[in-house]
């Protein structure tokens, strides 16, 4: 920053200074004209006249001039002017013009216009001096031209013109066309002026060619200024111009150019285009181009062979000539280039086809230019196309074509054929260009051998068939090969082909292999290929054969038979087979005995491969269940496969066929079986090939024998009858011996005897036990019979006596040792009766009274007591009686097992009988019109306990009553699971009544799944239905007791206790009764439970249109009752969100038809005065039994209620009942705004009388302030003049105080010893004074200024902080980018000229100021003293302080770098320790460490860290907590919430900025460079979120 201008007294001089002088002693007190003076004003119409008295006269004065005529004026004089008058315009133009400029007047009188005073003259003679007005003298009449004559400028001069002046012309003479120029003349009057000739955008010409343009007006702010007469200048005449150059555009084949031109004011003709390599300036090519009008010209240029301009290159405009005779100046606009494509690919020449490879291709040489986009596609003629590569340079190449391939598609060219190039593309597809006439031709097809392959095996796999095929063969000759074969062995074959079938044909074979012609497995590839008879090879493609591996072969088959003829050996001789692979080999047998027989597959053997490739397996003859083969059979194989994959074996049939041997006699087992009596044993034999004969048998049991011969005359029986004992005797058979055949003869000879042939002689069956077993429902009884060697499958006929009573019934054995009866009832006349001991008589075969079991010992068995169950009688006066049903077929139509009693609808009254104690598992069903009594008996134990029961829509209930009657009567029901149903009762014709007795659910705790409010289940269901209960206890049942869809129900002398669904939110909540689609409920009485005695709250649930009626009908509501606790519960109210918050306290708070309303006490404008909503789990934030919150929009509210009004809120339930309310504390703005206008009649008042008291305790404190500090002051400069050179009383009389303004400072020059006052605004002067005598540095007290402290130049409202910007207000500020910035560029300013240090260490945002144009400022405020400096451009807006009382001599110290330095304290400032959440922590430790040093600019840096982050954010370093907290947290190196910031350069600064170490921050140089590299987010819709 550049130093001040000194003077020798050590004061600073601005350039706006103005300087008045001080008189050297006082005059007398005589109004004196000292001088006057006189400027034209801004216009030059007026000249303005000041003069200046001492001991002015105050008001008008008359002015005369010593002219003639006179001329009169008009001066005022008004105090605190310094003696100055108020400055008096007189005309010195237009028609009032009354004095003369560039002449001097001579003031002749000056009186005061009020009294005639005479006011003195000092000097004698006082003039007044005209200046000239302004006149341009002038101008260049030939224009500088630039810019390629596009634009003309003029100069011009004059006298006394300075600043912007319009300058008007005639054009060509024509005061009809004008032109207006803009001139700025500098301070000596000397200026240009700029015009445009010419321009593309015809709006921005302000000049035309060839024109003459004089002067016709000089203006300046609208007013005429002088100017010489005859002042002119002429354009030059317009050149033409060649504008632009377009695009060149190739033709024929690229081998020419044509480049348009555009001109302007071109003549017709020819014209040479001179050109410059823009890479090789030797390289300057010249082009005839055409214009054929003003506008549009173009240029051709060959390229190729001639190359006028090179493909690739660019080449600049250097300049344009024309051909004609007279060729005009041409102007080329610069930067004209004209590019050239790269030069394009190219082919030029293709040479002979050479064959390659056995004449299976042919090569052809090619030749381009730039053929670098390879592989190239050529097309040619017969839509053929083939390759072509080319050198990296392009220019050589060749293609390879194909004339044979294996693959037809593959063939590219034919042989003997010629080819034309009709086409040549690169590999991206794109066009090359080829020369005409380029061309190859093919060879002529040789003979060639081209496919060798297999055709097929005969059936045996024995020999193989091969044939061949090529081009060009004779199929009059025979053709060989040799062949040649690699693997274990290698041997060379050869092979003849001749043409036969139409193919070439030859056969080679391949087992036995010993002399085979090829091998199996073989692999063989031609070697050589040639005409039969001569030696010369031809061409052939590589081939090969792939020969079969050997297959799998059998060969043979043997056979060896043995072990009594039961099994027969096979041998089986194979080849190739897969050691230990399971193979299945088939055999198909014609049987000897009937040779015409069709042959039959008989059977199928698994045989394992061996190594050896001989197979051998055993197979059975006999017996025939396990038998493979058959006797007397010749077999021969039919096929042999891999058993798991089905895979066949070649098979040699003449060699596999065998044959088996006729069937022996064997004798195989025996069977015994005993007579009625038990005294013989018949023994039947059984066996194989049984012939009529003579036999001999030998039985042996251990010691045990028995012999005998038997004859029989029928061929395959064998059968004799042995006697039986129980002891030995060997004449005999035992009893339940086994005997094993020792030996059989048949006519003398052996026959086969298997060796587990045996006979067991049975034993006789005996009993051990009976007993007796009732069926389910008790009313039969199962006969069970235990014993050994029962007869299985036999029936018996058992019969018992008990007393007098003789009972039979039958007996099935199902096996030997049980057997059973059929249900036999009990209890029935003529049937087994309950509790008694029946005895076994007898036991006999039914049909054989003979066959009985007669070794009984006395067995008896115990029927069952009397059970209880379910019997249905033909009326209830039956009931003392035998039941009907299973004897008498009407009117029951069915009792089965199901308990599903149907009955004809003719019968009106049957009764049933429960008497079952034990279990009720099925449903009970009763259909028809009748009235059914269902009662216990007489029974102790009534109770129906009720099993697992799944409803359908058949049977919805346990007891389903459809169109019928049903009365309960002293039944208790059980239900061991939660049933939906128990009873279901449906149609308007049903009438149902249940009379002493209880619905009990045993699965306590159990849940039932469905709705809280709606369910549709319970024990009993009714439909459309009248039902009465009487004296029923419904108890602990979570599905429900009662529920009803309309019908009728009435209850009496009944209770309901602890029916919950086992709700955790809601355990109060009960499954009483339920009614939906209308009905009536009339309760009679309730005899205990929910809702007996105190009516409690949940005693039923009503849904639609459904009637409570009877004894109770006083219930508050026919739903579940809440109890609210207006005490506890509350209602806030959140201004941010506008939102009011319910909690409500209470039980009973079930979501069934539960509502919230809060209404006024008196409706207000005009709405309704009430608001709803209804509460569920999902409208509220929570909801249980005993508590319930929820928050609500205000708006939404204030729909139905005023906000200002007092509001009260409650719930409604049921049918409309309600619940007490409880008022609500009205909060935030709503609140202020009631309690405002309840107060505002007493408010007022008290609030303005307090405000004028303060006002006048204010005033009063600032006046007794102002004089005490004005007699300080006058204290301290009188106790420091002495050391000083007394001033002349006349001087400091003569010193106008009032002439300097509050926001002044003062300093003195050392040029001629004036004083200087820098006001408000530079350009004003104010002269104070006469000079001073001498030099030195003087003391002054001047009003309203503290002359040792500084004072603002701008006030501020302290309001308009940009903390409150951020916070508060909700002002959008500036670009904050743009504002971090300023503020860091202001700070290194003020840190460079070292000012207030220590103010800087206190820098907060509550001390950055907008002014009231929105500029920012530095408040680094103390007490009520404001320094400033201008935060945007970065200047000091506040100048040193004065240095006061020096001493005389001494040269003053430079005291503009010093501002003061108060220390801030909180009940100063106002903010309090609120400033320390910015304090760089060693800062604000100053106060406790005296002698500590700060680098107050690095406390900045801490400072402006924390400010940037609060720009960033838009929120408060540690907001939600208070100053002192927040500096501990900065204090302990805990930073704000910096994740905040967006932009990660930022916030790396921002977390410089902040670091504990003030050596490790950055300068504040570097923080204004380093924000250029930062993003900012935008400012939001609503700054702020934190207030005080």
Not at 870 to 885: A, E, G, T
Not at 946 to 974: C, H, N, R, W
Not at 1548 to 1565: A, G, H, K
Request: glycine content about 8%; some cysteine.
């Amino acid at each position: 920053m550049k130093e001040p201008a000194q003077s020798k007294l050590g004061k600073q001089i601005t350039s706006n200074s103005i300087w008045i002088s001080i008189s050297s002693r006082l005059l007398p007190s005589l109004p004196t004209l000292i001088s006057a003076s006189c400027a034209l004003d801004t216009n030059e119409q007026n000249v303005l006249i000041t003069l200046q008295q001492r001991t002015a006269s105050i008001g008008v004065h008359t002015v005369t001039l010593n002219t003639n005529p006179e001329v009169v004026l008009e001066v005022e004089f008004k105090t605190g002017k310094n003696g100055l008058s108020e400055p008096t315009p007189v005309p010195v133009a237009g028609k009032n013009k009354r004095l003369d400029p560039d002449t001097t007047y001579e003031i002749k009188s000056v009186t005061r216009k009020s009294d005639g005073l005479i006011v003195l003259f000092h000097p004698a003679s006082i003039k007044l001096t005209v200046p000239k007005r302004s006149r341009l003298t002038a101008l260049d009449s030939i224009p500088i031209y630039s810019d390629l004559d596009k634009q003309v400028s003029v100069g011009l001069e004059g006298y006394n013109l300075v600043g912007t002046h319009a300058i008007s012309f005639s054009v060509n003479g024509s005061s009809d066309a004008t032109f207006v120029g803009s001139v700025v003349f500098d301070s000596d009057g000397k200026g240009s002026m700029s015009g445009i000739l010419f321009d593309t955008d015809s709006s921005k010409i302000e000049l035309q060619y060839n024109t003459r343009y004089d002067v016709i007006g000089v203006t300046k702010n609208g007013f005429e200024r002088e100017f010489v007469a005859g002042l002119y200048f002429t354009t030059m005449k317009e050149p033409m111009r060649l504008l632009r150059v377009g695009e060149p555009v190739d033709k024929d084949d690229r081998n020419s150019t044509t480049i348009s031109l555009t001109g302007h004011t071109a003549l017709e003709g020819w014209y040479e285009l001179d050109l410059e390599n823009t890479k090789d300036s030797s390289d300057k090519p010249v082009l005839d181009a055409l214009f054929t009008n003003e506008t549009d010209g173009s240029a051709e240029a060959s390229l190729y062979p001639t190359r006028q301009l090179q493909y690739g290159e660019s080449y600049k405009v250097t300049g344009m000539v024309g051909k004609m005779s007279n060729p005009p100046l041409i102007h080329v606009e610069p930067s004209l280039t004209i590019s050239i494509a790269p030069e394009p690919p190219r082919l030029t020449l293709m040479g002979s086809a050479s064959p390659q490879d056995e004449l299976k291709e042919v090569s052809i040489a090619l030749t381009g230019i730039k053929m670098t986009n390879g592989p190239f596609t050529i097309a040619l003629n017969g839509s053929k196309t083939i390759t072509a590569s080319f050198t990296a340079d392009g220019e050589s190449g060749s293609s390879t074509a194909i004339l044979f391939s294996a693959t037809a598609g593959d063939v590219e060219v034919e042989y003997g054929q010629t080819y034309i190039v009709v086409g040549v593309t690169d590999k991206d597809g794109n066009e090359v260009f080829f020369h005409s006439d380029l061309s190859f031709t093919a060879p002529p097809e040789p003979t060639r051998l081209i496919t060798f392959s297999i055709v097929e095996y005969d059936s045996l796999k024995k020999n193989v068939l091969v044939t061949m095929n090529g081009t060009q063969l004779d199929i009059s000759s025979k053709y060989e090969v040799d062949l040649t074969q690699t693997s274990s062995c290698e041997h060379t074959v050869l092979m003849e082909w001749n043409w036969s079938k139409s193919r070439w044909e030859g056969w080679a074979s391949l087992f036995p292999t010993i002399d085979a012609d090829l091998m199996f497995g073989g692999n063989y590839s031609i070697v050589e290929f040639r005409k039969q008879s001569n030696s010369t090879p031809l061409f052939f493609e590589p081939n090969s054969i792939n020969l079969i591996p050997e297959p799998p072969r059998l060969i043979s088959v043997t056979v060896v038979h043995h072990d009594n003829l039961t099994t027969t050996t096979l041998t089986l001789n194979t080849t190739q087979l897969v050691a230990g692979t399971v193979y299945r080999l088939n055999l198909i047998d014609t049987p000897r005995s009937s040779s015409n027989a069709e042959p039959t597959l008989v059977v199928s053997v698994d045989v394992t491969a061996t190594d050896t490739g001989v197979i051998t397996t055993e197979l059975g003859l006999y017996p025939s269940s396990t038998a493979v083969l058959k006797y007397g059979c010749k077999f021969s194989v039919l096929s042999m496969t891999v058993k798991t994959e089905s895979t066949s074996i070649l098979i040699e049939t003449r060699d596999c066929v065998f044959d088996t041997p006729i069937e022996p006699t064997r004798i195989e087992s025996g069977s015994a079986t005993l007579n009625s009596q038990r005294d013989t044993a018949t023994i039947i034999v059984t066996g194989r090939e049984l012939k009529v004969g003579t036999y001999s048998i030998v039985l042996e049991s251990g010691a045990e024998s028995y012999s005998t011969t038997v004859t029989t005359t029928t061929e395959g029986e064998l059968s004799f009858t042995a006697p039986t004992t129980s002891s030995s005797d060997p004449s005999k058979v035992l009893f339940g011996l086994v005997y094993m055949f020792q030996t059989v003869k048949l006519n003398g000879s052996d026959v086969f005897v298997n060796l587990d042939a045996s006979v067991e002689i049975p034993v006789p069956p005996k009993i051990s036990g009976v007993s007796g077993t009732p069926n389910t429902i008790g009313t039969g009884l199962l006969i069970g019979v235990t014993g050994s060697d029962l007869p299985v499958g036999e029936t018996y006929k058992l019969t018992v006596i008990s007393g007098d009573s003789t009972f039979s019934f039958t007996i099935t054995f199902s096996d030997s040792e049980t057997g059973s009866s059929e249900i036999q009832r009990l209890g029935w006349t003529g049937s087994l009766q309950f509790s008694t001991t029946y005895t076994v008589t007898s036991f006999s075969k039914v049909g054989d009274e003979t066959d009985r079991i007669v070794n009984l010992s006395t067995i008896t068995f115990d029927t069952p007591s009397k059970p209880v169950n379910l019997i249905l009688y033909s009326d209830s006066k039956s009931m003392d009686r035998s039941p009907f049903c299973g004897e008498i077929t009407r009117p029951c139509s069915s009792v089965d097992d199901a308990w599903r009693v149907v009955l004809g609808i003719g019968f009106s009254r049957v009764a049933v009988e429960v008497v079952d104690a034990s279990s009720l598992s099925s449903p009970i069903q009763m259909e028809g019109g009748m009235v059914v009594d269902v009662k216990n008996g007489g029974m102790n134990e009534p109770n129906l306990n009720v099993g697992d029961f799944t409803p359908t829509a058949a049977q919805p209930g346990m007891i389903t009553v459809i169109d019928s009657s049903l009365e309960l009567k002293d039944v208790a029901v059980i239900l061991s699971s939660t049933n939906p149903h128990f009873v279901f009762i449906h149609s308007t014709s049903s009438i149902v009544v249940m009379k002493e007795g209880s619905f009990t659910n045993r699965a306590e705790g159990s849940t039932v799944e469905g709705g809280l409010c709606e369910w549709e289940t319970g024990v009993i269901q009714i439909i459309d239905t009248e039902t009465t209960v009487k004296n029923t206890v419904f108890s602990t049942i979570p599905q429900g007791a009662i529920n009803m869809k309309s019908g009728n129900f009435t209850l009496h002398s009944s209770s309901f206790e602890s029916n919950t669904p086992h709700s955790t939110l809601f355990p109060s909540f009960r499954r009483n009764i339920h009614c939906s689609e209308g009905g009536e409920i009339k309760i009679g009485s309730l005899s205990g439970g929910d809702g007996a005695s105190d009516k409690h709250p949940h005693l039923w649930l009503s849904h639609d249109d459904c009637l409570l009626s009877g004894d109770d009908v006083n219930v508050n509501a026919p739903f579940f009752v809440p109890s609210l606790n207006i005490s506890s519960s509350k209602a806030t109210f959140d201004r941010k969100t506008s939102t009011h918050a319910f909690t409500l306290i209470g039980s009973t708070f079930i979501p069934c038809g539960l509502f919230l309303e809060v209404f006024e006490q008196a409706r207000q404008n005009g709405r309704n005065g009430e608001y709803t909503r209804e509460l569920t789990e999902t409208s509220t934030l929570s909801f249980t039994e005993t508590a319930i919150t929820l928050a609500i929009q205000q708006k939404e509210i204030a729909e139905s209620i005023a906000v200002e009004s007092e509001w009260h809120v409650r719930l409604v339930f049921g049918d409309g009942s309600r619940t007490e309310s409880f008022r609500v504390k009205l909060s935030g703005s709503d609140e202020r705004k009631a309690l405002t206008k309840q107060a505002m009649k007493w408010v007022i008042p008290l609030i303005c009388a307090s405000v004028t008291l303060l006002l006048f305790f204010l005033v009063l404190i600032v006046l007794i302030r102002r004089r005490s500090q004005k007699k300080k002051k006058e204290n301290t400069i009188h106790s420091k003049t002495e050391e000083l050179d007394p001033l002349p009383p006349e001087k400091i009389e003569d010193f106008d105080h009032s002439a300097i303004p509050p926001s002044s400072i003062i300093s003195m020059p050392d040029s001629d010893g004036e004083f200087v006052i820098n006001g408000a605004d530079p350009s004003e002067t104010k002269p104070i004074g006469p000079p001073l005598l001498g030099s030195g540095q003087y003391e002054m007290n001047v009003e309203g200024v503290q002359a040792d402290v500084g004072v603002a130049v701008v006030k501020i409202d302290r309001r308009d902080t940009l903390y409150n910007r951020l916070h508060m207000n909700g002002k959008k500020l500036m670009d904050k980018k743009t504002l971090a910035q300023a503020l860091a560029r202001s700070l290194a300013r003020l840190s460079e000229m070292n000012a207030e240090v220590t103010l800087l260490g206190r820098l907060s945002s509550h001390f950055v100021l907008f002014g009231p144009n929105d500029e920012i400022h530095l408040d680094l405020k103390e007490a009520r003293d404001v320094n400033e400096i201008d935060v945007v451009n970065g200047q000091r807006m506040v100048p040193a302080t004065i240095a006061l009382n020096v001493g005389k001599g001494q040269e003053a110290e430079d005291n503009t770098s010093q501002l003061t330095q108060p220390t801030m304290q909180p009940s100063q400032q106002g903010e309090g320790f609120e400033l320390l959440r910015w304090r760089a922590p060693e800062a604000a430790a100053k106060t406790c460490e005296p002698t500590q040093t700060i680098d107050y600019a690095k406390a900045a840096v801490f400072s402006l860290g924390l400010i940037l982050f609060e720009i960033e954010t838009e929120t408060m370093p540690f907001g939600d907590m208070d100053a002192m907290n927040a500096f501990r947290q900065l204090k302990s190196g805990i930073l704000p919430q910096t994740e905040m910031v967006r932009d990660g350069n930022l916030r790396e600064l921002i977390v410089s900025c902040l670091n504990l170490d003030p050596t490790l921050r950055p300068n504040l140089d570097e923080i204004e460079k380093q924000l250029e590299s930062t993003e900012f987010t935008a400012h939001s819709d609503q700054i702020g979120g934190i207030i005080f």
